[in-house]
């Protein structure tokens, strides 16, 4: 597959009053992406060094050529996310013991005890999800209405997931093309993130007194059920991953998803996202 994959700087400011539910009457949706921010840099740490890992002992030139191009791109997501982490704490919540221990407990331990091929299919799976979140995100313009500057980072992150979906599983296919491995790596990685995601939204959630309101509910219903649809669009993802011919280039309209996110940040003055020099 011949994707282009361009890292690009993140340099919208986020240091201003941005309202804790960014995405104004639904407070679910913000706390869901504000956990996603807090998990999303260790957990893209733990992805770059899994791929650098595997650098080494690559033959295939271009292979290496993208997984590099990867790398330079989650480098980025991470430094923009945790600009973030300063509005939140800000905002006063706790989050960083959590997160320092789901990044000790969970990730620095399967850099030690994963083989490589397990650690690769993890990062395959998770990086399928995190393209098909974009997707949905991008294709049903959740995210309109939210505050400008969050719906910037959100946007670019997930056109670029959109940009790089196919690397880490065609990594796999070169490290361990077993069917059994892809498996066993979708099943340990929906069941943490989705565990981790929920977890963490929630705890912000209760942290707002917001948790056991009607509203919330209500709004965790429209989300998963008859409004986003999350809950049906995450099992048939989740399904066509483990069809045994699936390959995630084939992904309907979102390569020109992620091209206007990306044109339309970059072509503004200023813009929000700035092409980094590529490296030779
Ligand atoms: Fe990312
Ligand atoms: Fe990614």
């Not at 921010?37 to 957990?43: F, G, K, Q």
């Not at 430094?79 to 990730?107: M, P, S, T």
Request: hydrophobic share 45%.
């Amino acid at each position: 597959m011949e994707e282009s994959i361009t890292a690009r700087r993140f340099t919208a400011s986020l240091a201003h009053d941005i309202p804790k539910h960014w995405l104004p009457g639904n407070e679910v949706v913000s706390s869901l992406l504000n956990a996603y921010t807090i998990l999303v840099p260790a957990n893209e740490a733990f992805y770059i060094r899994t791929l650098n890992a595997c650098l080494p002992r690559m033959g295939d030139e271009a292979l290496r050529a993208r997984c590099q191009a990867f790398i330079r791109q989650e480098a980025q997501h991470g430094v923009a996310h945790k600009r973030y982490w300063e509005n939140l704490d800000a905002q006063g919540y706790a989050y960083r013991g959590f997160e320092r221990a789901v990044d000790r407990g969970i990730f620095r331990v399967m850099d030690r005890v994963a083989p490589l091929w397990l650690r690769v299919s993890l990062v395959s799976c998770v990086e399928h999800i995190n393209a098909f979140l974009g997707y949905e995100f991008l294709r049903q313009s959740i995210l309109e209405g939210a505050d400008p500057h969050m719906r910037d980072l959100m946007e670019w992150h997930f056109a670029e997931e959109i940009e790089h979906r196919a690397v880490a599983f065609d990594l796999l296919q070169a490290v361990s093309p077993r069917y059994s491995v892809r498996v066993l790596g979708a099943v340990m990685t929906t069941t943490l993130f989705y565990l981790l995601l929920s977890g963490m939204a929630a705890w912000l959630l209760a942290q707002d007194r917001l948790l056991w309101r009607k509203a919330t509910w209500r709004q965790v219903s429209h989300h998963f059920g008859s409004g986003h649809g999350m809950g049906r669009r995450t099992l048939e993802h989740l399904r066509n991953y483990l069809r045994p011919s699936f390959h995630p280039g084939h992904l309907p309209g979102g390569d020109t998803l992620a091209a206007d996110v990306l044109e339309r940040q970059s072509g503004r003055q200023p813009p929000s996202v700035v092409p980094m020099a590529a490296r030779t």
